[in-house]
């Protein structure tokens, strides 16, 4: 996966100096800016005006610490999804997606990378959590290079594929996926939207379209279509699953353990973020 991404604003505050203090303070800036540092394999510096930048980044934190900030201080039960009410955002705020793979092993359910090699018989799955409501797809490649849609399912919720905040959703829910004897790269697709897309069904509309599929470039402009900044973890390999994150619908809390990858939005080009795990079987 990407490296690692951090965001970091650095706040200068205007104030009136005289000529001395200008030549001893050389090159403080007159008026508010802020400044965010993205360090990748290079480094990009872009300037805006701090009335526009402080209400979007807390200061020296990076993409899985604001993931984290907007969790809520005590877990909760999720109420029902409503089907019908398709209402926008209900928290403010970039849109993000952590998610988590799970090994069902011999002393129970482990986390792992998506880069390890997997092997037949493998039992995973996914843990996908949202820092706003939102709308989730999956999708699984087949050999013919389209995606089959394995979430949302007429089967799960009458179709529903609306997640709250910060609740915790199971793929394949209360099930595992299992790697089947013939070796090769499993690719899943994960998209979140901030509403539902329109050219893939949910809901009522799956009714008689089971095995939905897309076609290579439609995936495509999914994976292109919005730009994101990815944030993981590099000491939760092999931690157990806890208690809640067993608990599929739980409002996950600020004390609960973080996703192992973080995704957030930094385009508002598209309303949309999507990631593809591949998989590795031999």
């Known amino acids: 996966m990407g490296e690692s991404i951090s965001f970091i604003a650095n706040i200068v505050v205007s104030q009136n100096v005289n000529d001395r203090q200008q030549e001893q303070k050389k090159g403080r800036q007159d008026a508010a800016i802020c400044r965010w540092t993205r360090r990748a394999s290079g480094s990009l510096l872009a300037v805006f005006v701090a009335s526009l930048c402080l209400a979007q980044a807390p200061a020296e934190q990076n993409v899985r610490g604001i993931f984290l900030e907007s969790r809520p201080a005590k877990e909760t039960k999720a109420a029902p999804a409503a089907p019908k009410a398709v209402k926008g955002p209900a928290r403010a705020g970039r849109l993000a997606l952590g998610y988590t793979l799970f090994l069902d092993a011999a002393e129970g359910p482990r986390r792992v990378k998506p880069e390890r090699i997997f092997h037949s018989g493998d039992r995973l799955r996914l843990l996908v959590e949202l ?66 897309l329109e050219n893939i069904p949910r809901g009522k509309q799956l009714a008689g379209r089971p095995g939905f599929k897309l076609t290579p470039a439609e995936v495509s402009r999914l994976l292109s279509g919005a730009q994101k900044a990815e944030s993981g973890s590099t000491t939760d390999e092999g931690r157990p699953m806890s208690k809640a994150e067993g608990r599929r619908g739980l409002t996950l809390s600020a004390a609960d353990p973080g996703p192992s990858r973080v995704l957030m939005k930094t385009s508002a080009q598209a309303g949309w973020i999507a990631v593809q795990l591949v998989l590795a079987h031999k």
Request: proline share 6%; with cysteine; net charge negative.
């Open 131 to 196: 820092n706003r409501d939102g709308f989730l797809y999956v999708l699984h490649q087949e050999e013919d290079g389209t995606s089959t849609l394995l979430y949302p399912d007429a089967r799960i919720e009458e179709g529903e594929n609306r997640v709250a905040a910060h609740e915790l959703c199971e793929v394949p829910a209360g099930a595992w996926f299992v790697f089947d004897e013939q070796p090769g790269d499993e690719r899943l697709t994960l998209v979140v939207s901030e509403k539902p």
